[in-house]
């Protein structure tokens, strides 16, 4: 199971949006509505902020969304802080054989 | 809430055994409604899924293809916690390891991850 591919970096001024695309095949991201989003600080554990593709835990800001065209997810950042600067990471399903498949990892600067 | 509190050594000499804990509070490792991963973080791997434990009436145990004969997860029941054995370890193992959480039911999983442990930096190196 490939890893899903994500853009190395994407930034931002205060404000602005930034959207970051999680593209991986019919075996994952495609075949079920099961994309998960986690945002990582330096030095600390990956943190959920989107699951089921778009849905947001309690706790996360509702700039922070998530949606799904074919076999490529998006996270986006709407109205970017400067506390949104870290590494984003999405997560799919993949079936029962080896059932998560995580991306490469992109990482948000706030110019 | 929940709170996973991960435990073990940093360093690890080539072809030994990896061994971590991870100690779980506000949940019971016994749950009919939860799942029990770990995930390792390295440069050269990005997020891997290891494995995972949980209770349906019996354990069950899953493991990812690149490390299955490699990889033991048992639950403790009396301590509430679960542990990571990865076996004949290379420096290619070295990474952060994390255990986190996926609720589900009796019969499915809710496909996410919540809450994580902490890491643990385990290096393999003699």
């Not at chain 1, 075949?31 to 943190?47: I, T």
């Amino acid at each position: 199971q490939s890893a899903l591919t994500q853009p190395r970096s994407v930034s931002g001024s205060p404000g602005q949006s930034v959207t970051i695309s999680c593209t991986g095949t019919s075996s994952d991201v495609g075949g079920y509505n099961y994309v998960s989003w986690y945002q990582q600080h330096p030095g600390k554990a990956p943190k959920l902020m989107i699951y089921d593709v778009s849905k947001r835990p309690s706790g996360v800001p509702d700039r922070f969304s998530g949606s799904k065209s074919g076999n490529t997810a998006s996270l986006t950042i709407s109205g970017l802080q400067a506390e949104d600067e870290a590494d984003y990471y999405c997560c799919s399903y993949a079936g029962s054989y080896t059932p998560y498949v995580f991306g490469t990892g992109t990482k948000v600067t706030v110019l | 809430q929940v709170q996973l509190q991960q435990s073990g050594p940093g360093l690890v000499k080539p072809s030994q055994t990896l061994s971590l804990t991870c100690a779980i509070s506000g949940d019971s490792v016994s749950s009919n409604s939860a799942a029990w991963n770990w995930i390792r973080q390295s440069p050269s791997r990005g997020l891997e899924w290891l494995g995972r434990t949980y209770y349906r009436s019996k354990w069950y145990n899953d493991y990812a293809v690149s490390v299955k004969s490699r990889i033991t997860i048992n639950p403790d029941t009396s301590k509430n916690q679960f542990s990571l054995q990865l076996n004949s370890v290379t420096p290619e193992d070295t990474a952060v390891y994390y255990c986190a959480r996926v609720e589900g039911s009796s019969s499915w999983f809710k496909n996410w991850f919540d809450p994580w442990g902490q890491g643990t930096l385990v290096t393999v190196s003699s």
